[in-house]
């Protein structure tokens, strides 16, 4: 924890699932974490709370990530409050499912506002932010390489930041801050279960090797292994945490 305290980590789309798990793990390292949101203000609150009362220190964020305005300002805020940003967690995502035919423009324009236009403007005020040994860390997905049906648009949202997350690690040259992305495969949460029935979610859970679903903190640790002292020469990489479904 020592190697962390003092440090601020921004968490986007913190406020559940995966990004809550992440937010909670990184402030048990020691980080000060912002619990980014977008509506859900009182599972964000919440969570900060859980967080305090373990001995961790958070603070809520409401940002639409697709707004590059909005964005700026929550950096701002942080730096005004906390000093300084040292690492950038993109997480905030939706995930629709429909064939390219049958997906419509709102279809498509809803996930790449917030998949990839939401991710790039966060990377954009980091890269200019950000303090020496800071991280970038792009959540992706698996879906890129697993090519299934209905996931087309949601997976090209994903194979962007993949694409931006090795242009990115580049052009920090010198600045000493490393960019990765971590590509979770099938994770039991409420954006991956829903709608799904018994049967594909059982299906689904015996495709990997280990013969399971994620669960959020098997992310989470990745994403803190990336964030702490030890992933400190890891950089432009992208980590499939999938139980080795691909």
């Known amino acids: 924890m020592a190697n962390n305290e003092n440090k601020v980590a921004i968490v986007t789309g913190g406020s559940r ?21 977008a509506g859900s203000a ?17 603070l809520a964020a409401q940002a639409d990530v697709s707004d590059a305005a ?6 701002d805020r942080t730096e005004a409050a906390l000093g300084g940003v040292d690492v950038l967690v993109n997480n905030a995502g939706i995930m629709k499912l429909a064939t390219i035919a049958d997906g419509d423009e709102a279809f498509v324009d809803s996930q790449i506002a917030i998949n990839l236009k939401g991710s790039i403007n966060t990377m954009r005020e980091a890269a200019k932010r950000l ?8 959540l ?5 390489g697993l090519y299934q049906p209905t996931y087309g648009v949601y997976a090209a949202t ?16 010198g600045r000493n801050i490393t960019v990765n992305a971590v590509a979770p495969g099938p994770t039991a949460t409420a954006l991956f279960l829903d709608g799904k029935p018994q049967g594909v979610i059982d299906n689904l859970s015996k495709l990997a090797p280990l013969e399971r679903l994620g669960q959020p903190e098997d ?27 691909i």
């Open 70 to 75: 909005a964005v700026a300002r929550m950096f």
């Open 140 to 144: 992706c997905s698996s879906v890129v």
């Open 17 to 37: 699932g995966i990004g809550a798990a992440i937010a909670g793990r990184l402030a048990g390292d020691g980080f000060t974490v912002v619990v980014n949101y």
């Open 219 to 245: 992310i989470a640790n990745t994403v803190a292994f990336l964030a702490g002292p030890d992933g400190a020469w890891i950089n432009g990489q992208v980590l499939r945490a999938n139980g080795g479904i």
């Open 42 to 58: 009182k599972a964000a609150e919440e969570l900060v709370d859980s967080i305090e009362h373990a001995g961790g220190r958070a």
């Open 158 to 173: 994903k194979a962007g930041i993949e694409a931006i997350t090795h242009v990115l690690s580049r052009e920090l040259r």
């Open 131 to 138: 303090r020496a040994g800071g991280r970038i860390i792009n």
